[in-house]
């Protein structure tokens, strides 16, 4: 057994009390090829009602044992897996925990699984779901809602893969092993950041508080540790005098020692960005997370012996995870230890032009770029584009899937919302490095973006009160319901990939069309007391050392370069986006739904973003109202006239986004429900 994260590797001795035996446990072996080697079935039982012509679904809970072979050359790009320990077969070890949700019967299932890469350790594909109860026991239907996978007989296979997340029932964990020992210690720098908007006399060392996240420091007093303070994220670093900080935490029993914590006693200034570098020890090979999630589909399409047997992949990843799905395509992780490709079909949702902390020493999974916070971790770096692209600063030529090898025809959806421009750079995705022409993708690829959608999943409905914007006719929290789109791009993927069934062509905005400008250039509409956004996140080139190729860090924090060129989606007269896929909320609108928001109200930064969230201002009613605080945009009564016609125009909406299959049939008449009571809250009366 491999020398694991300790707190989960405590977690499993405790839990494997319930393993008494093969039967009881419910283990099964796979054959020496397979490098899923053996799965725990921990729990089983079937979920109460039915789910289409699928039928009945069982949920099932346990662990599987991956066996990795670093002379593999497919493991090979596993950063630090020569280092780790083996067993007696030379392979290294790992293990994660699942939860499977499949038909009872199998001559019912679709045959085709897709695979849940979990988001932090949480399940993510109940995005595609309507109508659902999170706070339902997992074992009875109304938790799953209208449940469109499992209606279509789909097995969901959610896998945990990251090594740094909570622990508890509503996480997945992972167990990777480290590398070094106390006689051969392996360390490096490692680096934390926080934006501090409120007082406070510590801060975590890892992006995450689950129990032992943070790599541990190798030494306190090795003169590498610094703190500095800035800012702005470009602002020149002052350091903090090493006597004014500890690695330390303050508890009702005093200030304790803790170097997962950094401790002040002035405290730390609110509006400031802080930044700890740090010679850490114990590196976790966090790439082994990569390998697993390949090698749990594989296991599913070839293992004949396995838990669940199918034809089909289809791997789902939403923000992290969907820069996770990314980072997968990039190195060339499709492609299993035989050379058989893995995955069929990707759906890469929210990851703008990320990818991640996902296989380099002291790795932090959990790290990401946001507009303020989290500031140049290796996350919106070269290349961006499918196809290969040039940098005309650095002269390096590249594209995100250049390791294509046996995948080839594994078909993939990149699907973002507004918020991605904004938030997550997301024209990278598309436009050359230089942000002089657009690029296209490859046959197997489609690009859609769902026009001034938040970042993945929409805002409360409906908009609660408290979310008012003090001053303002605005509310906090984008309430556009892109699950709808999500739906039907998820379906029609699963139709591509299974049935041959061709797609709606891409969807977005391009610099060729218009509708692709640059920030400052955005011509927004005039709304009282309503500042707006202006600064997207900004990526840079960055230096990570002469090592950086091997997945060695050697530069905290990077050297900065140039930066990137970012646009976002043109605005209509209303300020909805252009270009992409425009929901019935824009096709008849009654507001404006912003996928950003500022960081209105705080002590600094009021022109940066907020992460990830948008906004909501619904349209004046009347002319009359209009006019008199002056705002641009036109009136619901200059619009519509009353809510007849709202309608009309409603169902024609719905009628073209069925048409081009970015609704699905079924989903009418939700659509429209949703449009109806936006027009009772907002609306004109009658």
Known sequence: MPRFHANFLAMMKLARILVLSFLSAGLIAAPAFARVVRVEIISRSDITGTFGNAGTYERITGRVYFAFDPKNPENRRIVDLDL??????????ALGEFVMLRPKNPARSADLAVIDIVNRGGMTTFIFNVGRNGSASPQSQEFYGDALLMRRGVTIVALGWQWDVMFGDNWLNFGAPNVGSATERITGLARSDITVDSATYQIPLAHNLAPGS??????????ANSMTVRDDPISPRSVVPRSEWQFARLTEAGLLHNSAWVYMQKGFAPGKIYEVVYRAKDPVVVGTGLAAVRDMMSYLKYDPSAITHVRYGVGYGVSQTGRFIRHFLYQGFNTDETGRAAFDGFFVHTAGAGRGSFNHRFA??????????TFFYPTDVFPFTSVRS??????????????LRGSAATKVFYVDGGYEYWGRAASLTHTTPDGKRDVGFLPTER????????????????VPDNARIPATNAYRGDPLDQRLALRALMSALIDWVKDGKDPPASCYPTLSSGNLVRPVDQRFPVIPHLPVARKPLQPYRLDFGPRWSKGIIDLEPPKLGPPYPVFVSRVDSIGNDLGGIRSVELLAPLATYYPWQLRSGMRVANDRLVSFRGTFIPLP????ERASTGDSRPSIETLYANRSRFMLRVDSAITSLVG???LLPEDASVARSRMSDVWERYGLRP
């Not at 932090?364 to 916070?373: E, G, K, L, T, V």
């Not at 690009?447 to 929409?458: F, G, M």
């Open 621 to 624: 009613k009347t002319e009359a």
């Open 660 to 662: 081009d299959r970015f």
């Open 214 to 223: 943070a790599y541990p420091v190798a030494d306190e007093s090795d003169p």
């Open 447 to 462: 690009r859609y973006v769902i026009s001034s959608a938040q970042h993945s999943s929409p805002a409360a409905w409906p």
């Open 390 to 403: 040039r940098d005309p600063v650095t002269e390096k030529s590249a594209g995100l899937r250049d390791n």
């Open 84 to 93: 780790a320990p083996r067993n007696s077969r030379g392979e290294v070890e």
């Open 364 to 373: 932090q999974p959990s790290r990401d770029a946001q507009p303020y916070s």
